[in-house]
């Protein structure tokens, strides 16, 4: 099954607002609020993910030493102690909020000045639903969500796998805000 131009400009709209960025550098992670023994699993997944849309992965980003971070927390106030949190994410309040939401997770994107995807938050509440997580699934969507600028939540499968390739092509755009660029994705995937 592949996706059609309506699902993926589906994908990829917000509030009216189309918008698929894509890393426009070496991806360089770091995992924070794991176990030791975890880590590798999380490592994995984001190495493969990135091996298959074809996109360098960095030990280190020139700019900012790391440019996909990923905290886990039991609690979102566990937030409250990370240093510079509002500074890091220009979010005041985002601990609070996330709580009051009962969210799970938390994704924002940081964009260089060509609108690609240059860093990569993620905060991820273990507290909740997502105690029980399988780690492998875990690792792999937590990988996947932070590819492209996804406009909803959504799950590895082999269509959204060959999405994400079709959109790391080198002659498709690092980023796009028109939602036709949706029908180039769609030809590609139809190809």
């Known amino acids: ?45 984001m190495r493969a993910v990135l091996a298959h849309a074809g996109q360098p992965m960095a030990e280190t980003d020139p700019e900012m030493g790391a440019n996909m971070m990923t905290f886990f927390v039991r609690d ?12 890091l994410t220009g979010l005041p309040g985002l601990p ?32 909740g639903p997502l105690a029980d997580a399988h780690p492998g699934q875990l690792a792999e969507t937590l990988a996947v969500r932070g590819m492209l600028t996804f406009a909803r939540d959504v799950a590895p499968s082999p269509a959204l796998a060959r999405l994400i390739r079709a959109a790391y092509d080198p002659v498709m755009p690092a980023v796009a805000t028109d939602g036709a660029h949706a029908l180039r994705l769609a030809a590609r995937l139809s190809s």
């Open 76 to 87: 979102w106030d566990e937030l409250r102690g990370l240093p510079d949190l509002d500074r």
């Open 96 to 127: 609070g909020r996330l709580k009051a939401e009962a969210a799970d997770q938390y994704r924002l994107f940081r964009f260089d000045a060509g609108g690609a995807i240059r860093a990569c938050l993620t905060f991820v509440n273990m507290g």
């Open 1 to 45: 099954m592949a996706f059609d131009r309506a699902e993926i400009e589906a994908l990829f709209t917000r509030d009216g607002r189309y918008l698929c960025a894509r890393w426009g550098r070496p991806v360089a992670p770091v995992i924070f609020g794991l176990a030791e023994e975890s880590l590798p699993i999380f490592r994995e997944a």
